[in-house]
T-cell receptor, first 113, second 117 residues
Framework: NAGVTQTPKFQVLKTGQSMTLQCAQD?????MSWYRQDPGMGLRLIHY???????DQGEVPNGYNVSRSTTEDFPLRLLSAAPSQTSVYFC????????????FGSGTRLTVV | AQKITQTQPGMFVQEKEAVTLDCTYD???????LFWYKQPSSGEMIFLIY??????QNATEGRYSLNFQKARKSANLVISASQLGDSAMYFC??????????????FGGGTRLMVKP
């Protein structure tokens, strides 16, 4: 099915480890973004991309890197995991203005111990 | 200042009754969009309804309607005839600036709705 695919769905990391959260979309959407959701809170923007080769920081970028080498893929890298990065991570893609263009992935639940 | 404010952390509603979830927003943009998402306990984000800042009519989608009061900067979600399956977290979100601003969403803190049988 078309949509946004996030892997893995669950991950436990030790403090200081690095890892990459994968996000792929097959809808040829221009825009992709990463959000984190802490318990009982709304989503906060980490990084976003307006097209291949173009990325920018969101509200909470520290400790994360992104790249967008293709339209389809937008991986999120945790450089040196910290317990404060324990969260649920959502990737989203969209094609422009209007209400129906956003698609969210199913999320990655990350625990840093 | 918060861009999206949801002042009701939790609400109860009786099954089959209507309920209004509040959302106020803050933006200086003329062009913006307002969204409501539902997040059940399984965690996925489910799109419910959208209102563009230039839309003159309030948006409706089945049992969902958005009470858009532009001058007051409010975009309340109304759910009619509540069902047990409506129990979930509800998030209000805003997109500012259109395509050139990256098309990102800013979310409120959410309201947990619990439907009583």
């Amino acid at each position: 099915n078309a949509g946004v695919t996030q892997t893995p769905k669950f991950q436990v990391l030790k403090t200081g480890q690095s890892m990459t959260l994968q996000c792929a979309q097959d809808m040829n959407h221009e825009y992709m973004s990463w959000y984190r959701q802490d318990p009982g809170m709304g989503l906060r923007l980490i990084h976003y991309s307006v097209g291949a080769g173009i990325t920018d920081q969101g509200e909470v970028p520290n400790g994360y890197n992104v790249s967008r080498s293709t339209t389809e893929d937008f991986p999120l890298r945790l450089l040196s995991a910290a317990p404060s990065q324990t969260s649920v991570y959502f990737c989203a893609s969209s094609y422009g203005e209007g209400g129906y263009g956003y698609t969210f992935g199913s999320g990655t639940r990350l625990t840093v111990v | 200042a918060q861009k999206i404010t949801q002042t009701q952390p939790g609400m109860f509603v009786q099954e089959k009754e209507a309920v209004t979830l509040d959302c106020t927003y803050d933006t200086s943009d003329q062009s913006y969009g307002l969204f409501w998402y539902k997040q059940p306990s399984s965690g996925e984000m489910i799109f419910l309804i959208y209102q563009g800042s230039y839309d003159e009519q309030n948006a409706t989608e089945g049992r969902y309607s958005l009470n858009f009061q532009k001058a007051r900067k409010s975009a309340n979600l109304v759910i009619s005839a509540s069902q047990l399956g409506d129990s979930a977290m509800y998030f209000c979100a805003m997109r500012e600036g259109g395509r050139n601003a990256g098309n990102m969403l800013t979310f409120g803190g959410g309201t947990r709705l619990m439907v009583k049988p």
